[in-house]
């Protein structure tokens, strides 16, 4: 059998469909181009961290002794230890996991049980998703400044006494 002859719209159509993969074609070259241009920025970054750290591990490794965990600091450096920073680090996190982990699903227990619907507990509800979706870091420099340089500004404008 023969072909048949095409009629002039679907020759229109046929041409519009072999423009639109050579744009597609061009679009993805250059697609190709900037995720190469894209890992070779996050490979300059990635092989200086690498770098870095190993020039830190290189130095550093050496120094790490027995001696080093189980002193306590010290004003000469080859006697100073971290064994009071470890010990308070530890002791922190465990406080903070025996009070944290029974307040916060006892909290959370309550409000979606037993607490009455009411506008208190929508903003509270509120608050915690909005706690959810920030970084502690943002909070931490929140308390940093509010606690911290405004106790100093105020200290620093109080009368003596």
Do not use: C
Request: charged share 10%.
């Amino acid at each position: 059998m023969s072909a048949l002859p095409q009629s002039a719209p679907a020759a229109s159509a046929h041409k519009d469909v072999l423009t639109i993969r050579a744009l597609i074609a061009k679009h993805k070259r250059w697609d190709y181009i900037f995720g190469l241009l894209g890992l070779l920025a996050l490979m300059i970054g990635v092989l200086t961290f690498a770098a870095l750290f190993a020039e830190m591990a290189i130095q550093g490794i050496p120094r790490l002794n027995p001696d080093f965990f189980t002193n306590f600091p010290s004003r000469r450096p080859e006697q100073a230890g971290i064994l009071s920073a470890w010990v308070g680090s530890t002791l922190v996190m465990i406080v903070t996991a025996v009070v944290a982990v029974p307040l916060g699903v006892g909290a959370g227990v309550y409000l979606e049980e037993y607490a009455a619907k009411n506008w208190v507990t929508d903003i509270i509800e509120i608050n915690i998703t909005n706690l959810a979706g920030v970084p502690s870091i943002v909070y931490g420099l929140l308390a940093l400044g509010l606690f911290v340089y405004h106790s100093a500004s105020a200290r620093a404008f109080s009368p003596p006494g």
